[in-house]
């Protein structure tokens, strides 16, 4: 069964500070897909990143950038030069191929981590 | 303009009134899902639909119904509503699984 662990609950940091959130994920299967979804204040679901289990390649976009390690199971997300406007709170995902076929329709998220970012 | 909807936004209701959630999408996604938010406990999926007449259960089935009887709308009904059942719910759909999904603005339901 998949599971998605992110063990930190709440973050609170001051603008411009570096933060990363940590993502940790268990799963049985080979091909797998990770997600990252940011959810600010104003409670809608937006997504930010897509990574299947063949690329291991870490992927920066702006101040945002991901690091995917199969050998640790973890797909960390850091925020560099943090801003207020990141305040949100920021969820890992999994979707892996039910009964080892080919359909991806599951997706198990983890808890959740609250990110603050004070001015 | 392209977008998921969910109505009622908030609903407040009694144990056992049968209720219906509806949503809607205009991306002519194959893939819709419903999930549940709850405090600590993330997003759990509760239902999602691969394609047209095609469900299946996600991680917290028990209580809810879905039906795709068309692309572009996916209600989840809850037959018999009980007070655990109140929580804030998200439609989602993506072109396919697993891409990124595209989510409505939520419906909190509370169940008296």
């Known amino acids: 069964a998949q599971k998605v662990t992110q063990a930190q609950t709440e973050i609170s940091v001051v603008e411009k500070e570096d933060v990363t959130l940590d993502c940790v994920y268990e799963t049985r299967d080979t091909t797998y897909y990770l997600f990252w979804y940011k959810q600010p204040p104003s409670g809608e679901l937006v997504f930010l990143i897509r990574?299947?289990?063949?690329?291991?390649q870490n992927e920066i976009s702006g101040r945002y950038s991901w690091n995917f390690q199969k050998s640790t199971s973890s797909f960390n997300f850091t925020i560099t030069a943090s801003q207020v406007v990141d305040s949100a709170v920021y969820f890992c995902a999994l979707s892996e191929a039910i009964a080892g076929g080919t359909s991806y329709g599951k997706l198990t998220f983890g808890q959740g981590t609250i990110l603050t970012v004070h001015p | 303009e392209a977008q998921v909807t969910q109505n009622p936004r908030y609903l407040i209701t009694v144990t056992g009134k049968k209720l219906t959630v509806t949503c809607s999408q205009n991306?002519?996604?194959?893939?819709m899902s419903w999930y549940r938010q709850d405090p600590g406990l993330g997003l759990r999926q509760i239902y999602y639909?691969?394609?047209?007449?095609?469900?299946d259960k996600g991680d917290v089935p028990e209580g809810y119904k879905v039906s795709r009887k068309e692309k572009r709308n996916f209600p989840l009904i809850l037959e018999s509503p009980s007070p655990n059942q109140t929580s804030l719910y998200f439609c989602?759909?993506?072109?396919?699984?697993?891409?990124?999904?595209?989510f409505g603005p939520g419906t909190r339901l509370t169940v008296t």
């Open positions: 991306m002519n996604h194959e893939y």
């Open positions: 990574r299947n289990s063949f690329d291991e």
């Open positions: 989602a759909s993506s072109l396919t699984g697993p891409r990124e999904q595209y």
């Open positions: 639909s691969m394609n047209v007449e095609v469900t």
